[in-house]
Structures are given as structure tokens and as C-alpha cells.
């Protein structure tokens, strides 16, 4: 089916490992982002990538960094996972984020839990 | 900068009442606006979008939205609650099409 697909769906680090988020999209869209959830505080964009080969910082980018691999594939890495990264990541992208915004399609997010 | 405000972070309507979810945003230029919703234990859907065209935005599932300048809002009605629109739902803003600025939600009740 097509759409943003996100892995793992859960993860359970403790304090100081490392990890790598996997997002792949297969509807061609240009711009991807990766947006944290916590209760009460809404969504937050963490880091976008407006196209193939450019990455900038969101609202909450410290103790994270990203890669756009290709045009399908955008990852989010915790170097040094701290329990304050305790939280719910989605992944989103869109076609065209500066011509006409249209809205995000969304992956079915990552749980993750640092201990 | 822009940013987005949702009053109320919890709202119970009947089955079969109005539904109303009030949003008000922050922007210093036209901003765009949109509001999600979001099922347990899954993404964002899109319900429906405000790009400049009709003030009057209808979506899916019978909702709908109107943008009002002089109010700065953009809030969301459906004339009559079903118990499957039960969820979170979340209003955004954007200028630029790159960064959006969610609201912290409203989770809607509904009761049978």
C-alpha cells in the first residue's frame, strides 16, 4: 500500500545507546519530516527535509540528526538517548512544501521508551 | 512566526449533537491552516485544508471548517456526532509549507 511506513514500531533504549529511526515513503513526494508527539505539548518538528540532499532544524532539534538517503528514505538517529527523548516519532511527508502546501501524509509512528 | 491555539483540551458531545473544536492562530503573514485527526495507536489523517481559495472549507466525513481573519479562527463543525469521530483531533498552521505548528490537540468524547 502506498504511503509513509516508519520502523521500528516500538523500542525500548536504555539511557546513552544509540538508535536509528527508518522512514520510506513510496508516493514520490519531495519533502519529509520527522515531528516528535508528547502529551499536552502537541506535535513538534524535530528536522525536515524539503528535498533530495537538503536537511534543516525544526523546533527541537538537540540530541538528534537525520539523513535524507534518498528521495524515499529519510532517518532520524538518538546518538546518546536520554529519557527526555521518551516519546512518540512520526514520520510525514508531502509533495511540494513551498509551491502550494498541501497537507502531510503521515507514518503510523514509532513508540519509543528510554529508560 | 505563527503558532496555533486550541481551546479546550478535552470536549464531550451526544451522538448526534453539534461538534465544535475551536482553533485560533498566530500569524504574521497569510498563513495556511489544517486540521488532523488522529485514531488511537495511528498517524494523522488529514481532514481538511485552508489555502486562500473558498473561506469555507468542507473535508471528510462531514466536517467543516471556516477561516475567519478578523477572528483569526478556524474552527471545526460537523453538524452531528457520530460515535467513530471519537478521537484527537489537531489544528496546524503554516506559512511556508516546510514547518507546521500543531496546537496541543482536543480530544473529542462522544457519548451514545
Known amino acids: 500500500n502506498a504511503g509513509v511506513t516508519q520502523t521500528p514500531k516500538f523500542q525500548v533504549l536504555k539511557t546513552g545507546q544509540s538508535m536509528t529511526l527508518q522512514c520510506a515513503q513510496d508516493?514520490?513526494?519531495?519533502?519529509m519530516y520527522w515531528y516528535r508527539q508528547d502529551p499536552g505539548m502537541g506535535l513538534r518538528l524535530i528536522y525536515y527535509?524539503?528535498?533530495?540532499?537538503?536537511?534543516d532544524k525544526g523546533e527541537v532539534p538537540n540530541g538528534y540528526n537525520v539523513s535524507r538517503l534518498n528521495k524515499r528514505e529519510f532517518s532520524l538517529r538518538l546518538e546518546s538517548a536520554a529519557p527526555s527523548q521518551t516519546s512518540v516519532y512520526f514520520c510525514?511527508?508531502?509533495?511540494?512544501?513551498?509551491?502550494?502546501?498541501?497537507?502531510?501524509?503521515f507514518g503510523s509512528g514509532t513508540r519509543l521508551t528510554v529508560v | 512566526a505563527q503558532s496555533v491555539t486550541q481551546l479546550g483540551s478535552h470536549v464531550s458531545v451526544s451522538e448526534g449533537a453539534l461538534v465544535l473544536l475551536r482553533c485560533n492562530y498566530s500569524?504574521?503573514?497569510?498563513?495556511?491552516l489544517f486540521w488532523y485527526v488522529q485514531y488511537p495507536n495511528q498517524g494523522l489523517q488529514l481532514l481538511l485544508k485552508?489555502?486562500?481559495?473558498?473561506?469555507l472549507v468542507k473535508g471528510i466525513n462531514g466536517f467543516e471548517a471556516e477561516f475567519k481573519k478578523s477572528e483569526t479562527s478556524f474552527h471545526l463543525t460537523k453538524p452531528s456526532a457520530h460515535m467513530s469521530d471519537a478521537a484527537e483531533y489537531f489544528c496546524?498552521?503554516?506559512?511556508?509549507?516546510?514547518?507546521?505548528?500543531f496546537g496541543t490537540g482536543t480530544s473529542l468524547t462522544v457519548i451514545p
Open positions: 485552508y489555502t486562500s481559495a473558498a473561506t
Open positions: 500569524s504574521s503573514v497569510p498563513p495556511y
Open positions: 510525514a511527508s508531502s509533495l511540494a512544501p513551498g509551491t502550494g502546501p498541501g497537507g502531510y501524509t
Open positions: 508516493m514520490n513526494h519531495n519533502s
Open positions: 527535509s524539503a528535498s533530495e540532499g537538503t536537511t
Open positions: 496546524a498552521v503554516t506559512a511556508t509549507g516546510n514547518q507546521f505548528y
